[in-house]
């Protein structure tokens, strides 16, 4: 198993430009979840989704929009890129939300918006 | 509200002394606790759960639920041990809320 694989490392973008960063996941987990990472700030949950077709915001939604289409993919796409968005981003997994199953971590993907 | 603090940002230790990294929480239910650790530049991984009970890389973490604290410890550090920890909370279907991190750094 590859297990949560996120493309691409590393991403510089201009203020005002849109991307999608991609997550994947073949370990059949039903939930997703994306974090950004701040110095100081930890992990904030962006956006969630607990199965293909369904998708909740999370702590910081503002500027970012996801879909469930499979059960293996859930991309996070930034509209309208600001300087305010320059983070590192982790895609995170696991069977379901249950508490008692573990979130196993993609290996981030590194954000510069100019 | 499920609310995760992390005290300290810094802990920095020489090789061979106690660790330990602070974790408080506020729940009003039962959750479940964890700790996270991420190497330099590296993915986030678990390092343990409070209901395991185990001991991982040498590390404990004892759930006190009168003073809401699961504080990380380890009784002799090593200078791979040098870190980012993350002490998180879930409960139910609920989702993972993490404090800010403490960042250990152990000198030889």
């Known amino acids: 198993n590859a297990g949560v694989t996120q493309t691409p490392k590393f991403q510089v973008l201009k203020t005002g430009q849109s991307m999608t960063l991609q997550c994947a996941q073949d370990m059949n987990h039903e939930y997703m979840s994306w974090y950004r990472q701040d110095p100081g700030m930890g992990l904030r949950l962006i956006h969630y989704s607990v199965g293909a077709g369904i998708t909740d915001q999370g702590e910081v939604p503002n500027g970012y929009n996801v879909s469930r289409s499979t059960t293996e993919d859930f991309p996070l796409r930034l509209l309208s890129a600001a300087p305010s968005q320059t983070s590192v981003y982790f895609c995170?997994?696991?069977?379901?939300?249950?508490?008692?199953?573990?979130?196993?971590f993609g290996p981030g993907t590194r954000l510069t918006v100019l | 509200a499920q609310r995760v603090t992390q005290p300290e940002k810094l802990l920095s230790v020489f090789k061979g002394a106690p660790v330990e990294l602070k974790c408080n929480y506020s729940y009003s239910g039962s959750p479940e606790l964890f700790w996270y650790v991420q190497y330099s530049r590296q993915r986030l991984q678990l390092l343990l759960r409070?209901?395991s009970r185990e001991s991982i890389k040498g590390f404990t973490a004892d759930l006190n639920k009168g003073e809401t604290s699961f504080h990380l410890k380890k009784p002799f550090a090593q200078e791979e041990d040098s870190a980012m920890y993350y002490c998180a909370l879930k409960s139910g279907y609920s989702t993972l809320t993490f404090g800010k991190g403490t960042m250990l750094l152990v000198s030889p």
């Open positions: 409070h209901i």
């Open positions: 995170a997994s696991s069977f379901t939300v249950r508490a008692t199953d573990t979130q196993y």
